[in-house]
C-alpha cells in the first residue's frame, strides 16, 4: 500500500513506536492526524513530521474517551477528507508479579487503554474505513499470545486484543476493510 496523500491516524503519537510510526508515514507522504494525552509531546512529534515534509495535525486526548475518539476521527475527516489508516497504538504496561499487587485499579487501566482504547478507535473510525476500503492496523504484543510472568494484567489486554482483532477481521471479510495485528516482541 502506498502512504501517499494517505489520510492516517496514529494513536499513541507522542512518543516511543507511535511516534517513530507518524514519522515514517510522514517520509512517505501520509497525512497524519496525531493523537496521544500529552500535548506538548504531540505538537513535538508532528513537528518532526512537518520537518521531513509531511502533514501532521494534532488532536490531544485519551484512548479510553469515546468523546474524544469520535473527535479525533471526525478531525481526521474534516481535514483530510476521508480516513484510510488507523493506527490503533496507545498502550500501557505492568511490572509486578499479581501477588504483589496493592492496587488491581491498575488492572481496569490496562483493559480501558490497551483492549477498549482500540475498541473505541476502531467504532468511530469503521464507517470512513469501509467507505475508502481502507485499513485497521493494530499494534498487539506477543503477549497477546504467550503468557510471560510480571505482566498478568498487560498479557490479559492484549489476549483481549487479539480475540477482538481476530474476529473483526472475519466480520469485515467482505467490506474491503483490511485489518492487521502488529505483534512486536521485546
Given at each position: 500500500?502506498?502512504?501517499q496523500?494517505?489520510?492516517?491516524?496514529?494513536?499513541?503519537?507522542?512518543?516511543g513506536?507511535?511516534?517513530?510510526?507518524?514519522?515514517a508515514?510522514?517520509?512517505?507522504?501520509?497525512?497524519?492526524t496525531?493523537?496521544?494525552?500529552?500535548?506538548?509531546?504531540?505538537?513535538a512529534?508532528?513537528?518532526?513530521?512537518?520537518?521531513i515534509g509531511?502533514?501532521?495535525?494534532?488532536?490531544?486526548?485519551?484512548?479510553k474517551s469515546?468523546?474524544d475518539?469520535?473527535?479525533?476521527?471526525?478531525?481526521?475527516?474534516?481535514?483530510?477528507g476521508?480516513l484510510?489508516?488507523?493506527?490503533?497504538?496507545?498502550g500501557?504496561?505492568?511490572?509486578?508479579?499479581?501477588?504483589?499487587?496493592?492496587?488491581?485499579?491498575?488492572?481496569?487501566?490496562?483493559?480501558?487503554?490497551?483492549?477498549l482504547?482500540?475498541?473505541?478507535?476502531?467504532?468511530?473510525?469503521l464507517?470512513?474505513?469501509?467507505?475508502?476500503?481502507?485499513?485497521?492496523?493494530?499494534?498487539?504484543?506477543?503477549?497477546?499470545?504467550?503468557?510471560?510472568?510480571?505482566?498478568t494484567?498487560?498479557?490479559?489486554?492484549?489476549?483481549?486484543?487479539?480475540?477482538?482483532?481476530?474476529?473483526?477481521?472475519?466480520?469485515?471479510?467482505?467490506?474491503g476493510?483490511?485489518?492487521?495485528t502488529?505483534?512486536?516482541?521485546?
Amino acid at each position: 500500500m502506498s502512504f501517499q496523500d494517505r489520510s492516517i491516524i496514529v494513536t499513541g503519537a507522542s512518543s516511543g513506536l507511535g511516534a517513530a510510526l507518524a514519522q515514517a508515514f510522514a517520509k512517505q507522504g501520509g497525512r497524519l492526524t496525531l493523537f496521544a494525552r500529552r500535548e506538548a509531546e504531540l505538537e513535538a512529534t508532528a513537528g518532526l513530521c512537518r520537518e521531513i515534509g509531511g502533514e501532521a495535525t494534532t488532536v490531544t486526548g485519551d484512548v479510553k474517551s469515546v468523546e474524544d475518539c469520535r473527535r479525533l476521527v471526525e478531525t481526521a475527516v474534516a481535514t483530510y477528507g476521508g480516513l484510510d489508516v488507523l493506527v490503533a497504538n496507545a498502550g500501557v504496561s505492568m511490572w509486578a508479579k499479581f501477588e504483589d499487587v496493592t492496587d488491581t485499579a491498575m488492572f481496569r487501566e490496562l483493559i480501558e487503554v490497551n483492549y477498549l482504547g482500540v475498541v473505541n478507535c476502531v467504532h468511530a473510525a469503521l464507517p470512513h474505513l469501509k467507505e475508502r476500503r481502507g485499513v485497521v492496523a493494530a499494534v498487539s504484543s506477543i503477549q497477546g499470545k504467550i503468557p510471560v510472568p510480571l505482566h498478568t494484567g498487560y498479557v490479559a489486554s492484549k489476549h483481549a486484543l487479539q480475540g477482538f482483532l481476530d474476529t473483526l477481521r472475519g466480520e469485515l471479510r467482505d467490506t474491503g476493510v483490511d485489518v492487521i495485528t502488529a505483534i512486536p516482541h521485546w
